[in-house]
Structure formats: C-alpha cells, structure tokens
C-alpha cells in the first residue's frame, strides 16, 4: 500500500490554524490595542507551525541532507519524521506517545489553563476600576503572557521547525516589552497600591514560597 501524503495538505494548515487560533481567541478575548498585537503574534506563530507541519516542511529540506547523513535509516518525508526530537532521540514507537510530544501537551495544556483563568479576574479588574491581583494574578504579574510563551514552548516541543525557533525569542522579548509598558501604564494609575503589589509579586517566574500579594480593595 502506498504511504499517505505527509504534506501539501493546506485544507488542514488551514483547518487547524483557524481552529486552534479560534480557541485561543474564546481563552484570552483581545479588547485592547496591546491584546491584539499579542494575539496576532502567537496567531503567527501557530500559522507557521502548521504550514510546516502539514503544508511545506521548510525544516526537513533545510536540514535533509545533515538529517539523511545522521539519521540513514529514517524516511524523512513522513509525517511521523517530523517530530523531530522523538526521531533524533531515538524513539521507535508512534511518536504521538513519545517523551517530548506528552510533555508538550503539558504546556500547551497549562498554558492555555493559565489564559483561561488570568481573563476573567483582569477583565473584572477592568470593569470596577481595580488592580487585578488575585487568581493567577498572586502568584505572577503577567499570567497571560506566560501563557501565550507555555503554548508556544509546548509546540517546539511537539514539531520544532527552523520558522518557529526563529520567532520563539523574538515573541518572547515582545512579550516583554508588552509587559513593561503595561507595568507602566499601571503603575501610572493606581501609584503605591501597585509599588506594592509589584514588589510582592515576580513578574513571570512565581516563588516557590511566595508572599500572599496585597489584595485590592474592590476585588
């Protein structure tokens, strides 16, 4: 029998990244300027993640010959060889069941969790006029935009391409710089209440033992 085609299957690159853009959309809800520069950087992202995965593997041809050298045994032109870790780690059995592509389901499993529960008590936040520091918001200052880099990380994981390398560290310092000015912005508006929270508070990375982030007087 012949193998199915791996690639040039644009129906599901467009399948996929409108559904997975889609459901990130019902998670994080852009309102602002700041929330759709976000939004439409990791929507970049997941569009070049599955263009790769079952359009054009860019990656594959980029690196083919190094591949076919390291790796003789391994036809680099199905849909399995593009699972790149599980191969080169030697992994034999369906790589869908493999190390990286479970543990990649942990972070794009939490991350979107981490969007999903960040929302709510920011848009509450928005509404009543307060600092937004409970839920996610005790333990990190940014939860979403730690997020959005969990999801992203999750893919590499599961289907690493040149592509989404590249733009990884390029999202991330966006990301930052979205975090900054938003921190600013903040700080602006509520002053000492903020001074506050934010020396109680890391700002991507929460403490092991962290302490409890004053709570705000209308949240």
Do not use: C
């Not at 002053?191 to 004053?214: D, H, K, N, V």
């Amino acid at each position: 029998m012949p193998e199915p085609q791996a690639y040039g299957l644009w129906s599901l690159v467009i399948l996929n990244s409108v559904l997975f853009i889609f459901f990130a959309f019902t998670f994080f809800k852009p309102r602002t300027g700041r929330d759709w520069r976000s939004f439409g950087a990791f929507s970049a992202f997941l569009v070049a993640l599955f263009t790769e995965m079952y359009g054009f593997p860019l990656t594959l041809y980029f690196l083919s010959g190094w591949l076919q050298t390291r790796f003789p045994g391994v036809d680099w032109w199905s849909h399995d060889a593009g699972h790149l870790l599980e191969t080169m780690f030697g992994w034999r059995a369906n790589p869908h069941f493999g190390p990286f592509h479970i543990l990649s389901f942990a972070f794009i499993g939490g991350g979107f969790w981490l969007i999903s529960a960040a929302w709510p008590v920011l848009y509450r936040a928005q509404q009543e006029g307060a600092l937004a520091a409970s839920g996610p918001y005790r333990s990190i200052r940014h939860p979403q935009y730690v997020g959005f880099v969990l999801v992203m990380f999750g893919f590499l994981l599961q289907w690493p391409t040149v592509l989404t390398l590249g733009m990884f560290p390029v999202l991330v310092f966006m990301y930052w710089r979205l975090a900054r000015s938003e921190e600013r912005e903040t700080e602006a508006r509520f002053g000492p209440e903020y001074a506050t929270y934010r020396r109680a508070t890391p700002a991507f990375i929460p403490r092991l033992r962290s302490r409890a982030a004053p709570a705000p007087s209308r949240l």
